[in-house]
């Protein structure tokens, strides 16, 4: 798992290997203090995966740093 802390949020990222692909599946959860609450936003990277742990890791920190840089929008 990797953690980065980034414009005052935390960017947590695990990759996660697929047995049956050997492809690595990403997960990020961007969390942040709004008032004296602590609150999380997840998301999952795209179906068909990464081929290293290291391309899993770093596309799901570059997406947490660009959805706090691009002001948290709403997801659709």
């Not at 990464?50 to 997801?75: H, N, S, V, Y």
């Amino acid at each position: 798992m990797q953690r980065k802390e980034h414009d005052g949020h935390i960017i947590e990222v695990t990759a996660t290997q697929n047995a049956d692909t050997t492809r690595w599946n990403v997960r990020v959860v961007v969390s942040w203090e709004q008032g004296t609450d602590l609150t999380f936003q997840p998301f999952d990277g795209p179906e068909e995966g990464f081929e290293t742990q290291t391309e899993a890791e770093a596309w799901g920190i570059a997406l947490g740093e660009k959805w706090i840089a691009d002001g948290k929008p709403t997801r659709t």
